[in-house]
């Protein structure tokens, strides 16, 4: 775990509105086998909980983690209309 300032590439933080994670499912031996997942705000104590449960089990696709603790995108990651 590593602790940094916002990253603006990755994320889409609001300073003063909680705390922003990046997280990303790997290999024994570090490789990334899955895509970003971008975490926050974490506000309260019971938000880091449920990423902590999250992590636990694994980072599952089964609804566990509530929307709301998924961060938006940096700008530049979403597409634009034309």
Do not use: F, I
Request: aromatic share 2%; hydrophobic share 45%.
């Amino acid at each position: 775990m590593v602790s940094t300032g916002c990253l603006t590439k990755l994320l889409h933080c609001r300073h003063g509105q909680g705390l922003y994670a990046a997280v990303q499912s790997c290999m024994v031996d570090r490789r990334p086998t899955g895509a970003v997942v971008r975490l926050g705000p974490l506000v309260t104590e019971a938000d880091a909980e449920a990423v902590g449960a999250w992590l636990l089990a694994g980072m599952p696709d089964d609804g566990t983690l509530p929307d709301r603790l998924r961060a938006a995108p940096a700008p530049q990651h979403v597409a634009h209309l034309n």
